[in-house]
């Protein structure tokens, strides 16, 4: 048996041990398929990798403290935890409004079965992402601010994709905006992204993919069920689409496949794995797991301005730059391609 398909068989297996080991049992839709619609939230102090100060995978209590400490003293201006009245009325006009962010998200160590973790890496052991040279670079090339045109700026600014990558796939935890409405029918699963309003569509009848297809920043995802567990296998992504998160993010190759995992292992809890194969950027296959909890509603409206005068204005700022700089007008430069594909891509 293929060493990918061993890593699945376990991941099934273990999520089942797991919620029989609960004695928990799935509630059912209309069509018999486990239950897992409602609005729920991944937000927590870990990251994707390990940070290096911590050696296992799981935290003791103490170490779970130091790590949400830590955190709340990086975010400790930007955090609100004053609940949102939808009572309010609207803000008093304003010349200037001033620039500001927000925290919003459980600042604890997100838990499996009790148990802090340091990180959603659990495989490899370290917690750290396996990547190859091609694939650091290329994670560089494309988080490097750049102003020569339109292209380089970053997707999130333009309102393309949401901050942090929660839409994913893999559906990364943010520190604000990180709920998700899942909605089932017979053929579907629908995935509502609060942060910029994404909607991933799972279709559960038909297994073929296009024979050309059309590459997006979600890519084409096919689910089935084994047992209890939702599989989700998304290939067709967008090649140098960069997966941002906390604790450092990875960016696609053309050959990327991503296998999801959801299974409700309580009321108010499902636990979430995956699987990120990608030989173009990873010297391995490594995989993840993190909780989902149920969340309460309803889903506000997630608004992004898509740089209205901002994009605009930065651009003509770096022109200005430019002249200072040469003491000659700047002249813009053609808009360029992508940043040029790891090795081994076409």
Request: aromatic share 8%.
């Given at each position: 048996?293929?060493?990918?398909?061993?890593?699945?068989?376990?991941?099934?297996?273990?999520?089942?041990?797991?919620?029989?080991?609960?004695?928990?049992?799935?509630?059912?839709?209309?069509?018999?398929?486990?239950?897992?619609?409602?609005?729920?939230?991944?937000?927590?102090?870990?990251?994707?990798?390990?940070?290096?100060?911590?050696?296992?995978?799981?935290?003791?209590?103490?170490?779970?403290?130091?790590?949400?400490?830590?955190?709340?003293?990086m975010v400790e201006p930007l955090i609100s935890e004053a609940p949102i009245d939808p009572n309010l009325p609207a803000p008093p006009e304003v010349e200037e409004v001033q620039n500001a962010d927000f925290i919003e998200m459980q600042l604890a160590a997100g838990r499996i079965d009790g148990k802090p973790r340091s990180s959603w890496i659990v495989d490899p052991a370290d917690g750290r992402l396996p990547l190859s040279d091609a694939g650091r670079q290329l994670g560089r090339e494309l988080t490097r601010y750049r102003y020569d045109s339109y292209e380089y700026r970053p997707k999130d600014e333009r309102c393309l994709t949401a901050i942090g990558s929660p839409e994913g796939?893999?559906?990364?935890?943010?520190?604000f905006n990180g709920h998700y409405q899942v909605v089932q029918t017979r053929d579907h699963v629908a995935i509502l992204v609060e942060m910029n309003h994404d909607v991933r569509i799972v279709r559960l009848t038909?297994?073929?993919?296009?024979?050309?297809?059309?590459?997006?920043?979600?890519?084409?995802?096919?689910?089935?069920?084994?047992?209890?567990?939702?599989?989700?296998?998304?290939?067709?992504?967008?090649?140098?689409?960069?997966i941002g998160s906390l604790g450092g993010g990875f960016a696609y190759g053309p050959r990327a496949r991503l296998t999801e995992r959801f299974t409700r292992t309580g009321p108010g809890d499902i636990l979430y794995q995956f699987e990120v194969e990608d030989p173009d950027v990873f010297t391995r296959v490594w995989r993840a797991e993190m909780p989902w909890r149920a969340a309460k509603g309803p889903?506000?409206?997630?608004?992004?301005?898509?740089?209205?005068?901002?994009?605009?204005?930065?651009?003509?700022?770096?022109?200005?730059?430019?002249?200072?700089?040469?003491?000659?007008?700047?002249?813009?430069?053609?808009?360029?391609?992508a940043p040029a594909p790891a090795a081994g891509q076409p």
């Open positions: 048996m293929p060493r990918i398909a061993i890593a699945v068989l376990a991941l099934a297996l273990a999520a089942a041990s797991a919620a029989e080991a609960a004695g928990y049992k799935a509630p059912r839709t209309a069509f018999g398929h486990p239950d897992l619609q409602g609005l729920w939230t991944n937000t927590a102090v870990t990251f994707l990798q390990r940070p290096p100060n911590f050696k296992n995978l799981i935290l003791t209590e103490a170490e779970a403290e130091q790590l949400a400490a830590g955190f709340r003293k796939p893999p559906m990364m935890n943010s520190g038909d297994r073929k993919r296009p024979a050309d297809p059309v590459r997006s920043w979600l890519g084409d995802s096919i689910g089935w069920w084994e047992g209890d567990t939702l599989v989700v296998e998304t290939t067709n992504l967008r090649p140098n689409t960069f889903i506000y409206e997630y608004a992004c301005h898509e740089g209205n005068y901002s994009l605009e204005n930065i651009l003509a700022g770096a022109r200005a730059q430019d002249r200072e700089a040469t003491g000659k007008p700047a002249t813009p430069p053609p808009p360029a391609a």
